[in-house]
């Protein structure tokens, strides 16, 4: 069992930066593939990005791709997202989800991940 804590949410102007985090307890966070995912309001849960248990595989939503790094730290059982270049439609409450899973490609899908954070929200103000 993981339990999964986002932090590093907030209010910040359009074209500044956040970088949230996703703390684990539990479990063998290295074995774990991490993703990130938000929700807007009125909208369904999309997916953000993901990296693979070594962190040398990531994988993005088109949205965010070459402004959104996904990283982890599995020493500090530890994943991040740095946000750049933040836009209005960037606010949502973002989720890191886990989930361990064999193979090499991305996993993209909600439904595919197990563990799931409370949520951070990151608002933009234009």
């Known amino acids: 069992q993981v339990q999964l804590?986002?932090?590093?949410?907030?209010l910040v102007q359009a074209g500044g930066s956040l970088?949230?985090?996703?703390?684990?307890?539990?479990?063998?966070?290295?074995?774990?593939?991490?993703?990130?995912?938000?929700?807007?309001?009125?909208?369904?849960r999309e997916f953000v990005a993901t990296i693979r248990?070594?962190?040398?595989?990531?994988?993005?939503?088109?949205?965010?791709?070459?402004?959104?790094?996904?990283?982890r730290d599995n020493a500090k059982k530890t994943t991040y997202l740095q946000m750049n270049s933040l836009k209005p439609e960037d606010t949502a409450v973002y989720y890191c989800a886990a989930v361990v899973?064999?193979?090499?490609?991305?996993?993209?899908?909600?439904?595919?991940?197990?563990?799931?954070g409370?949520?951070?929200q990151v608002t933009v103000s234009s």
């Not at 804590?5 to 907030?10: F, I, T």
């Open 101 to 116: 899973r064999a193979g090499l490609g991305p996993v993209v899908r909600e439904r595919d991940y197990e563990y799931w």
């Open 118 to 120: 409370q949520g951070t």
């Open 53 to 71: 248990e070594s962190g040398i595989s990531t994988y993005y939503a088109d949205s965010t791709k070459g402004r959104f790094t996904i990283s």
């Open 19 to 44: 970088r949230l985090s996703c703390e684990a307890s539990g479990g063998t966070f290295s074995g774990y593939v991490m993703g990130w995912f938000r929700q807007a309001p009125g909208k369904e």
């Open 5 to 10: 804590v986002e932090s590093g949410g907030g």
